[in-house]
């Protein structure tokens, strides 16, 4: 089922999720075990992230530094292989625009169509330290946005190179948003403009970045309202469970982190994984009191204090 149908036909509240493939060299079956932890909630979809290629340095025996490039985080579209088809949970594969050509984004569909898969959050992505070089008749997208067209015309059957008797793939299309605004964005509002381009070129629903207050929530979604985006916009949740996330956090994610969560944190740091769970569930309760019906936790690499929310709310 595509997320859409799952929200639409939706009797309870939904909870996805959305996990990182292992580093490189590390096997599936960390994310097997994940996944397992998170069956008995039911999940209506997961998602699956998606990373470039980075550079990075060697220096040999004899003193000589060479530049060497891997993809650290490989594997988006076998995990959601792996997942959809062993554990019948649906899977949002992500797809970037920086590090991927328009072709290889195509073949990238090609594949996941082949293995059943149908949602895709369209994302630009960070910048990388590599710079991918763009072979001749290439070409690439610049904008989140840009992806979403190329996914749309794939939704209807129009590839990038004419292909005889070609079948529209069924595609639905996610994209992200930002209740605090994107970190390059003057302003939230010039930012839900941004969002609206990428809705109104075809994207199916919005999941927001993590957030620890909720009224930014409910702002942005009355903003993106207020401009006639009208297509789901999911909240997306994070629980800190390490008192270094009070720093690694706002830097990396360009988030605020509220004041009461942070003195809390600070006061009591080896409680800090209790301390997010409870915030967490606070902010599950109101959003759920509010009458949304779908909530996304960012869970990375483990699903304990996920799970620990999730018992709570369904006491």
Not at 49 to 56: G, L, R
Not at 70 to 94: E, L, W, Y
Request: aromatic fraction near 8%; proline fraction near 5%; charged fraction near 30%.
């Amino acid at each position: 089922m595509k997320v859409t149908e799952h929200i639409d036909q939706a009797k309870d509240p939904l909870f996805s999720f959305e996990i990182i493939p292992p580093i490189r060299g590390k096997s599936a079956q960390e994310i097997i075990d994940i996944v397992k932890d998170l069956e008995p909630f039911n999940p209506p979809f997961i998602d699956v992230t998606s990373h470039p290629a980075e550079a990075y340095y060697e220096e040999s025996t004899d003193g000589e530094v060479k530049r060497r490039v891997r993809k650290k985080r490989p594997g988006t579209i076998s995990i959601c292989g792996i997942i959809q088809n062993r554990f019948k949970i649906d899977t949002v594969a992500h797809l970037l625009c920086r590090g991927f050509t328009r072709e290889e984004t195509e073949d990238a569909i090609i594949e996941l169509n082949y293995l059943g898969i149908h949602n895709i959050l369209a994302v630009r992505g960070d910048e990388t330290n590599y710079k991918k070089p763009v072979q001749a008749g290439r070409t690439v997208n610049v904008f989140a946005s840009d992806l979403v067209k190329q996914l749309k015309d794939l939704r209807s059957g129009i590839y990038l190179d004419e292909i005889i008797n070609a079948d529209p793939i069924d595609l639905c299309i996610g994209v992200g948003g930002y209740p605090e605004k994107h970190f390059e964005a003057p302003n939230l509002k010039k930012d839900i403009q941004f969002v609206k381009q990428k809705v109104d070129a075809g994207a199916d629903y919005i999941v927001t970045q993590m957030f620890f207050n909720n009224a930014d929530y409910f702002n942005f979604v009355d903003k993106c309202r207020n401009i006639g985006i009208e297509v789901p916009i999911i909240p997306g949740l994070k629980i800190l469970n390490n008192s270094k996330q009070l720093t690694s956090i706002p830097k990396n994610f360009y988030v605020n982190i509220p004041m009461e969560l942070s003195e809390e944190i600070e006061e009591s740091p080896k409680h800090t994984f209790e301390i997010g769970v409870k915030w967490c569930t606070k902010q599950c309760e109101e959003l759920l009191d509010k009458g949304v019906n779908t909530i996304h936790f960012y869970i990375m690499s483990g699903a304990k204090g996920v799970t620990k929310v999730l018992k709570e709310l369904n006491k």
